[in-house]
Each structure stands twice: as structure tokens, then as C-alpha cells.
């Protein structure tokens, strides 16, 4: 079985020479030590030194010296739109105030599908549709150099009451 050992950010491995690819939901896409199975359906034992959060392009270098291309799977997800950039960046406080993985997207937001949430949003003027679209939300200030942690807050510790 081949395994999956050094992780490359997007545009730093020698794209087009992949082995094989690897297509990941977001969650798939932040582990350390996993099974996994390749586009082509081998397994693949991801077996990294700490957990990385991949994003569509990066690469996976394995054992054998050949890479893997990771790509981010399409996921169902609620689209959350206002008709001025303020009111919009009002509701990406609300999200980021919960600790909402939060994808931007423009002039849009991405999140999970969440009926309680997508009914706040609503409240606050926004409009929610559902779409499947691969997703990569913001990695957050105290990430570092990591990208989206998949919870908590990476290098963030705090003890404050999150009901403000």
C-alpha cells in the first residue's frame, strides 16, 4: 500500500506529474494518519507528521517518491447573499462570531447547511440557496500557517463566554 507522507501547498510541487489524485470533502482534507482510497480507487495510508489542512491543488508526496494531486470534493452548502457588501460583512460577523467554518466567496458566503443558521441570516435580510460546490473556507487569524483548522482554533486559546 502506498503512503502518503510529505504534504506541498498548491504551486510548489511539479504539477502534471502525478500518479494518482485524490478527491476530499473538507474534512477528509485536515487529518495526519488515515485510509484513504485514490480517484483510481488503490488505497492510499495517509500517514503525515502532524495534520495539515489541504486545499484544492496541493499534493500529497508518498513513499515511492510519486505525488498524489488533491482535489476538494463538491459539497452540499448553503450560499448566503445580501444586496450591500455592508449588510453582508455584518453576517460574516454573526458566522465568524459562532466560530462558523465560513468559505468567501466574493460577493457570497459558503457554510454548511444549517437550518437554524440560514433562518438568523435570513432575519438579517440575506438570501440562502443551496449549492454543491467544492469548499475551502478561511483558515482564521490564529491559524498561522495552516489553512482552515476543521474546529477550534488553532494557536488560539481563550477563556471568554461565547454569548457576548
Known sequence: MRRAIEHFAAGSWPKGGEADSLT???DERHRRR????SDAGAPVLLDLAKAVAMADGDALRCDDGRFLAVRAAAEELAEIACADPSELARIAWH???RH???QLCGDRLRIRPDHVIEAMVRLLGATVRPVTAP???EGG???GAE???THGHAGHHHE?????
Do not use: E, S, V, W
Open 160 to 164: 471568554h463566554d461565547h454569548a457576548h
Open 135 to 137: 469548499f475551502q473556507p
Open 34 to 37: 488515515y485510509l484513504l482510497k
Open 147 to 149: 489553512r482552515a483548522p
Open 141 to 143: 487569524a490564529y491559524a
Open 24 to 26: 476530499l470533502a473538507f
Open 95 to 97: 458566522l465568524g462570531n
Open 100 to 102: 462558523l467554518p465560513t
